[in-house]
């Protein structure tokens, strides 16, 4: 089915504004920024993709950001996305959920509720999120979910800040919720170049190979199994010289939060990125996404070193880190 351009999920920012202002975010707009709210993308426009993506068979949606709960009209968004039938994952800090927010997710509830923690001490905490009161906002909006019996992960993103309490927010999220801590050991340095003051900061943030080995070491049979699960997926021989070889635009796409189409959320190319309010839903999936996954490698190093290497899916080497990293789509990461 997915072959043949089945579109299974779709991903969508809902904001790039943020209430925090955290240490390793490449993406995170200021909460009150009246400018960028004029530009994002519109319940209408939400509207009209969803009405399209339903006529095609999609079961799946992603709402993220940024921080999605800023949206003032994210439950008409969430409702009108459910009522379309689509199963509903968001993806929230969770310092902004209110009664009427729990209220709306036990009436309604998401398929999959992902909340972001970034440490069990109000020190470590803030000292990522630098915003004063965030650790006790965040503490009430999961203890708000918990009280109403409205499942949910915990995810951790391992930095330097938190690094020596992440066996601890391990823990805790066995007890708390009774599922284990999704972890993020790898800082991308943002797809938008436009915003380059964040990158240095960010290269600054990211772990050495040996603390992730430390990190990793914490559950080895859970690391263990997780590798067994993605070569048997994603490793294969060596295929030709297009760049994709990746999931992107397979079953699924990504809207940012300025209404454009891309084929995953990372790949901001201007090549990779189709502008929905000069065109259809339709059109960018049917067409778009079949020409930009037929670009060819042009740059030599990447066809000698990760082309024909059996393990580049292994070790995550694809266009969006690539352009991420180097600004282009085939250069081959080497933090990789």
């Not at 009209?73 to 689509?86: A, E, F, Q, S, V």
């Not at 070889?245 to 189409?261: E, K, L, P, R, S």
Request: proline share 4%; hydrophobic share 35%; net charge neutral.
């Amino acid at each position: 089915i997915r072959d043949k351009g089945y579109l299974s999920q779709v991903s969508m920012e809902l904001t790039e504004r943020c209430d925090n202002n955290c240490v390793h975010c490449y993406i995170n707009l200021p909460a009150d920024d009246e400018e960028v709210k004029k530009e994002e993308i519109t319940f209408g426009e939400i509207r009209k993709i969803a009405d399209e993506a339903a006529r095609m068979g999609c079961l799946s949606w992603h709402l993220t950001g940024g921080e999605p709960l800023l949206r003032e009209d994210l439950p008409d968004i969430y409702l009108y996305l459910k009522r379309k039938g689509m199963r509903i994952s968001l993806f929230t800090n969770a310092t902004l959920i209110s009664s009427e927010t729990a209220n709306l997710f036990k009436k309604y509830p998401p398929q999959n509720l992902e909340v972001t923690i970034y440490g069990l001490s109000q020190k470590t905490y803030e000292a990522v999120t630098r915003n004063p009161g965030s650790f006790d906002a965040f503490k009430q909006g999961i203890n708000l979910l918990k009280e109403n019996r409205i499942p949910f992960t915990l995810k951790a993103t391992v930095l330097p800040q938190n690094f020596d309490e992440i066996k601890e927010m391990r823990d805790f999220a066995q007890s708390f919720i009774g599922q284990p801590l999704g972890m993020v050991l790898q800082l991308n340095l943002g797809s938008r170049f436009n915003r380059g003051s964040k990158r240095d900061p960010i290269k600054r943030l990211r772990l050495s190979p040996n603390e992730v080995k430390e990190v990793l070491k914490q559950d080895e049979e859970r690391y263990r199994k997780d590798i067994e699960r993605f070569c048997q997926k994603f490793l294969g021989v060596p295929g030709d010289d297009r760049v994709f070889v990746c999931g992107a635009g397979v079953g699924g796409c990504h809207i940012d939060a300025y209404n454009n189409f891309q084929l995953c959320m990372l790949l901001r190319h201007p090549d990779c990125v189709y502008s929905l309010r000069e065109g259809s839903f339709r059109e960018a999936w049917e067409r778009f996404v079949l020409r930009v996954r037929e670009i060819r490698a042009k740059n030599k190093k990447y066809q000698e070193k990760c082309q024909r290497c059996f393990l580049k899916s292994f070790c995550e080497q694809c266009p969006a880190w690539s352009w991420m990293e180097h600004g282009v789509l085939d250069e081959p990461v080497e933090y990789l």
